[in-house]
């Protein structure tokens, strides 16, 4: 192991990213560890030891602002949202509230190479990718800074996320902004980035004879039923869609589901206990 590691196991760590944007030195930068998986990696020549990476550390300092036993309601969207959503459907009408609102949304969005990011937007021409669940970890970069800028200037804000990227939010963010909203989604965990690109690689070479560009990826597809853990992948050059599913022996969902490609904090999840650490929790019903 790297001996610039922030003194946080990975057992313990979630990749939340509060240690990163809280460093007042920049001295941290979050990296994939050998098993895929976001870390925090400290740079000595820009650290000052004042500690207020780990002081912040939600894994290692727990607070939590809820009831213990929350009020709960089942809920959906009409067809057309719930149809571009995993769920019910509920993200997308609290997100075009606050966007209606003239406030701002955080969540988790792929790029152009797939590789998952939370993203602030401020409009509603932006929802569509963030809309579903992507069963990779989101990185998190410097978007808990941004969202405390536009705290700052009187904005509202939505962030959405895993419970410990909530925690990792409020640790960041700070308690004391009445409109800063959160919302947790209930979660299984997140797999390894590792593991993630090569299955992409080896069933782009098994379904299309080549290593080919990924150009689509849809898990938990509505065409296949709602609730099926399926995950339908588009290739470059292909017009045959790969569709597989846990059950049906799809290496990556199989790996995901029966909790073998995890992390290890996910495991013992701090975060995914009542009180939760959303003002709202949205899960599957
Ligand atoms: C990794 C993961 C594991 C989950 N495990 C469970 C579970 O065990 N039980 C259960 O009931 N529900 C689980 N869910 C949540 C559920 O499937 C729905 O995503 C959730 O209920 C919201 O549904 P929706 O239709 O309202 O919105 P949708 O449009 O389906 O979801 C969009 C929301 O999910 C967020 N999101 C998507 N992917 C990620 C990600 N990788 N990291 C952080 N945020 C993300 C977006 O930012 C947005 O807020 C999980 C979701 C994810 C992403």
Redesign the pocket.
Known sequence: MNDNIMRVSDAVCTGCSACMNVCPYDAIRMQYNEEGFLMPFVEETKCVNCGKCTQKCPALHMRHKNRKFPTVFAAM?NDD??S????????????EKILDQGGL?????FDDHFR?S?VLIDSKADLEP?????????NIDYVYREIRDALDKGQKVLF???PC?IAGARAAIGYGYRHFYA?D???????SEIVFRKYIEEVSVQHTGQKSALKNIQ??NKDFGWNCNTIFLEFEGCDRPYVNSASGGDMFEYTYHHCLSLRKSCGECKFAVYPRQGDIS????
């Open positions: 969207a949202i719930r571009e959503s995993s769920s019910g459907g509920m993200f997308t009408l609290l997100a949304v955080c969540g988790a969005a998952l939370h963030l809309k579903k669940s992507k069963y990779a970890q989101s959405t996320g895993t990227q919302i989604i209930l979660c299984h965990g997140v797999p898990f938990r949205i899960g599957d019903f």
